[in-house]
C-alpha cells in the first residue's frame, strides 16, 4: 500500500460571468454542478494517495467521469460560500479539479449531518484496501456516532467480531505511531501496529516502537513481526504470578484496583489478546512497578511502626547475608536449605527456605533491607526460621532426630521390607505404564494406517490443513519467509494464531504453497556466518527441485528482482531503471507494466527514447526491421514477452501516414516519441538518459495499425 500524506482542499474560482439558479439545483436528483459551488467534507478522510489520485485524474480526463458524485446541499457561509458538499467520491471530485473540469455528474440528496457522517464512515470502510487505521477510526466513530456494535461491524465488512476488535485497538495506537503507520505500512505492517496498540500507554508505545524499527543486526530492516511480539512479550508484559505484591490488593493502589479486574490483564481482554498464552499478564509494566514500589513502601511503614530498623546504603550492603552460609546470624527467604540443622531426608536437601514454609508460618522479621534499586529484603534471625522449618517439617527436632535413628537402629528388618514392598509397588507401577504405553501405541499406529491408506491417492485438503498448521505450532522453529515475499501473502495477522485461521479457509494450493514457504523459507536467507558453508538439507532441496522442474535463475530476473516497484515515481524514475538493465529490457518493461500499469506510457516513451521501439511482439533499435537481426540476448527475451494486450479506442484520430514504421502508432494519442523528436524535447545520447516529461497511461504493447 503507498504512502498516504495530508492533502488541503482543492481551490476552484468561480467564473465571472456564469449566472447560478440555485433553486434548481439544490432539488434532489441527478445533474451536472459546476465544481465551485462544491466543498469538501470535513468529517470524511484527509489523507489520499497522490500517485493514485493523478492517475485518476488522468483517467477522467480521457474518459470523464463515470459514477456521479454524491452531494448534498448546504447553507453558504463566509468561510465556505459554496452550496454543496461532498457525502462520498472526495477522489472523484479532487481528481476532477486536477483533470480542469468545470463541472461533474452528481446525485444530490437531502441529508442531515448524522445520516452524511454515516454515510461517510460507511463508504471508506467499505472500500477496496482501505488503510487499516482509516477503518479502524471508522469502526470506532459508528459505534460512538452511530450506535453500531461489533457484530454488526464485522456483518457490514464480511469480517469476524474478533478482526473488528482488532482494528479497534489500533485507535489506541500513540500519535508517533499512527503516522508511521500512515507513512509506512510496508515497515510498520498492521500486524504490528496492533502489537504495539496493546502497550497501555503512549510513552511505552513510542518507546517500543523506537526499538522494533531500528535497523536489525546485519541489515537494514526492523523486527519482523515474530520478532516483534517476542520483545513485547519478554519486555512489556509481565508475569503476575510471581509479583511481590498481592494481586487482589485493591487498596494497594486505589486509582488502578486489583489486578484480577483490570482491562490490561490479558484474561480479562481475550478478543485483544487471543494470542496471550497465559491469562495471567500484566501488559502495563508502569503499573505494575508502581505497585511493586506503593508495596516496598508500604511494608517501611508498618516496619517503622513496629520499630524494626530499616538498613540502607553500606549499612544494608554489609549485612547482605551469604545464602549457603551456616554462620550467618541473619538469613532471607532466599538461603539454601542446606545451611540449616537436621534437614529431613524427604526433602532431599534441595530447594530454598521460601520453598518449603508457607505464607502463614513465616515469623516476625528482625530487620530489613533495602535496596539501591528501591526493593525490600526482610531478614530473619536463623533460630526463627531453624524453628518454622522444624515445624513445617522441612527440619528435624533433636528429638524427632534421636527417636527417628533409634526406630532405624530396631528395625531394620521391618524397613527392609517396607522397602522391598515399596519396590515391588514402583515396579508394578512401571508394568502398568509400560502397558498403557503399548496400548496407546497401537491405538495411535492403527489410526495412521487407516489415515494413510485413504491418503493413498493424495492428501485431502483437511489432512493437508492440519499437516500445516502443526508445523506452523511446532517449536522447531519454522516460520514464513514474510520479510522476504511478505508481498506474496494477502492476509495481515502474521502470527501463528493468525496463520492458523488463515490456513483453515485457505484452497489446497494455497495450502501446499504455504507449507513449502514454511518448510523453505528459512533456507531463501543467505547470512555472513554461513556464506561458505555446505548447503543444508532444505537449501539443497530449493536447489534441487528447482532443477528438477527446469526452474533457472537469469540475468532478467536479477535484473526484476533488483527494481523497487515503490520507487518508482515519475517517468525519470521508470526511464533510469530501464537504462541501468538495458540488456534485458524486455523483462524489466513487463515487470513494470505487471506491478504497476499506470508506467504503461512512461515505460514505452521511456523504450522509444532510448532507440526502441515495439513491432511483432519484440523491442529492437530503430534501424533494426526485423526481429531476426535483433541482438541474441534480446531475441530471446522477445520470444518469452507477454502477447500484447488489446487497445481500446476511445476517440477517433488521424490516420498514421503511410509508411511509418519507425514505432508504434496510438490511435488515441499521437506518437510521443516523434513529438518529443520534434519539438527537441528528447535528445537519446549513448551515454546519457534524456529528461521526460510525464506520458499518459495506456492499453501497452500498442499495435501499428494501417
Same mark, same amino acid.
Given at each position: ?20 439558479? !440555485? ?30 489520485? %493523478? ?54 440528496? !437531502? ?74 505500512? %510496508? ?24 526499538? *522494533? ?271 522476504? *515475499? ?18 483453515? %479457509? ?71 531503471? *530501464? ?95 516523434? %513529438? ?31
Amino acid at each position: 500500500m503507498c504512502k498516504l500524506v495530508v492533502l488541503p482542499p482543492p481551490v476552484v474560482p468561480a467564473p465571472a460571468d456564469q449566472v447560478i439558479v !440555485v433553486d434548481e439545483l439544490v432539488t434532489e436528483g441527478y445533474r451536472d454542478i459546476p465544481l465551485h459551488l462544491v466543498r469538501i467534507s470535513y468529517t470524511n478522510r484527509t489523507r489520499f494517495n497522490p500517485e493514485a489520485l %493523478q492517475q485518476l485524474a488522468d483517467n477522467i480526463a480521457e474518459v470523464g467521469i463515470l459514477q456521479p458524485i454524491l452531494m448534498r446541499p448546504v447553507t453558504p457561509t463566509a468561510d465556505a460560500p459554496q452550496i454543496f458538499e461532498i457525502v462520498a467520491g472526495e477522489r472523484r471530485f479532487r481528481a476532477a479539479v486536477m483533470a480542469g473540469l468545470l463541472n461533474a455528474p452528481a446525485s444530490i440528496k !437531502v441529508l442531515t449531518d448524522k445520516q452524511a457522517a454515516e454515510i461517510q464512515l460507511l463508504e471508506n470502510i467499505q472500500r477496496e484496501n482501505p488503510h487499516p487505521l482509516e477503518e479502524a477510526i471508522g469502526f470506532e466513530q459508528l459505534m460512538l456516532k452511530h450506535g453500531y456494535n461489533a457484530d454488526q461491524l464485522a456483518a457490514k465488512v464480511k469480517q469476524s467480531r474478533s478482526y473488528v476488535y482488532g482494528r479497534l485497538k489500533l485507535c489506541a495506537l500513540s500519535l508517533k505511531a499512527r503516522e508511521l503507520f500512515l507513512d509506512d505500512i %510496508q515497515r510498520f505492517p498492521a500486524s504490528t501496529a496492533l502489537l504495539i496498540a496493546r502497550i497501555p500507554t503512549p510513552e511505552l508505545q513510542d518507546k517500543a516502537l523506537s526499538e *522494533i524499527m531500528a535497523p536489525q543486526y546485519g541489515s537494514n530492516e526492523p523486527m519482523s513481526v515474530r520478532q516483534a511480539a517476542t520483545h513485547i512479550a519478554q519486555r512489556y508484559t509481565l508475569d503476575l504470578g510471581i509479583a511481590v505484591f498481592d494481586t487482589k490488593d485493591a487498596k494497594l493502589m486505589a486509582n488502578a484496583g486489583s489486578c484480577v479486574k483490570c482491562p490490561k490483564r490479558t484474561g480479562n481482554q481475550p478478543e485483544i489478546y487471543p494470542d496471550a498464552k497465559n491469562a495471567n499478564v500484566c501488559t502495563d509494566p508502569d503499573c505494575f512497578a508502581e505497585k511493586k514500589a506503593a508495596h516496598y513502601k508500604r511494608i517501611i511503614v508498618v516496619a517503622n511502626k513496629k520499630g524494626i530498623p530499616v538498613l540502607e546504603g553500606d549499612e544494608a550492603d554489609e549485612a547482605y547475608p551469604c545464602n549457603w552460609n551456616r554462620d550467618e546470624a541473619f538469613v532471607t527467604e532466599d538461603h539454601h536449605l542446606s545451611a540449616f540443622d537436621r534437614v529431613a531426608p524427604a526433602t532431599g536437601m534441595g530447594g530454598t527456605v521460601k520453598k518449603h514454609i508457607e505464607a502463614e508460618g513465616w515469623p516476625t522479621p528482625a530487620k530489613y533491607l533495602k535496596e539501591d534499586n528501591g526493593s525490600v529484603k526482610a531478614l530473619y534471625r536463623r533460630e526463627d526460621i531453624q524453628a518454622a522449618l522444624e515445624k513445617a517439617g522441612a527440619c528435624e527436632t533433636e528429638q524427632a532426630r534421636a527417636d527417628r535413628r533409634g526406630a532405624d537402629a530396631a528395625g531394620a528388618d521391618a524397613k527392609l521390607t517396607a522397602q522391598q514392598e515399596r519396590a515391588a509397588r514402583e515396579a508394578k507401577e512401571r508394568e502398568e505404564r509400560q502397558k498403557r504405553c503399548k496400548t496407546q501405541t497401537q491405538e495411535r499406529v492403527a489410526r495412521y494406517r487407516k489415515l494413510r491408506s485413504l491418503a493413498a491417492d493424495g492428501l485431502t485438503l483437511d489432512m493437508l490443513r492440519e499437516l500445516t498448521k502443526a508445523i506452523v505450532l511446532d517449536d522447531q522453529g519454522f516460520c514464513l519467509p514474510d520479510d522476504l *515475499i511478505g508481498d506474496l501473502y494477502r492476509f495481515d495477522d502474521r502470527s501463528d494464531e493468525g496463520l492458523c485461521a488463515y490456513i483453515d %479457509q485457505a484452497d489446497m494450493t494455497t495450502v501446499q504453497l504455504l507449507l513449502m514457504d514454511l518448510l523453505i523459507g528459512e533456507s531463501l536467507t543467505v547470512d555472513t556466518w554461513n556464506l561458505d558453508e555446505d548447503l543444508t538439507p532444505f537449501e539443497q532441496a530449493l536447489v534441487t527441485m528447482a532443477e528438477t522442474v527446469g526452474v533457472d535463475v537469469t540475468p532478467a530476473d536479477l535484473a526484476v528482482a533488483g527494481i523497487d516497484i515503490d520507487a518508482l515515481q515519475n517517468p525519470e524514475d521508470v526511464l533510469a531503471a *530501464i537504462t541501468a538493465n538495458i540488456e534485458h529490457m524486455t523483462a524489466v518493461i513487463a515487470h513494470i507494466i505487471d506491478k504497476a500499469p499506470h508506467h504503461i506510457g512512461n515505460a514505452e516513451a521511456a523504450a522509444n527514447a532510448l532507440g526502441y521501439f515495439y513491432k511483432d511482439k519484440a523491442w529492437h533499435k530503430k534501424d533494426v526491421q526485423t526481429p531476426a537481426a535483433a541482438p541474441a540476448n534480446r531475441t530471446d527475451e522477445a520470444e518469452s514477452a507477454p502477447a500484447p494486450r488489446k487497445t481500446i479506442t476511445l476517440k477517433g484520430k488521424p490516420q498514421a501516414q503511410e509508411g511509418d514504421t519507425t514505432g508504434p502508432v496510438i490511435k488515441v494519442r499521437k506518437n510521443r516519441a516523434a %513529438q518529443a523528436e520534434a519539438s527537441g524535447e528528447l535528445v537519446p545520447e549513448p551515454e546519457q538518459a534524456p529528461k521526460l516529461k510525464p506520458a499518459a497511461a495506456w492499453p501497452f504493447p500498442t499495435q501499428t495499425r494501417t
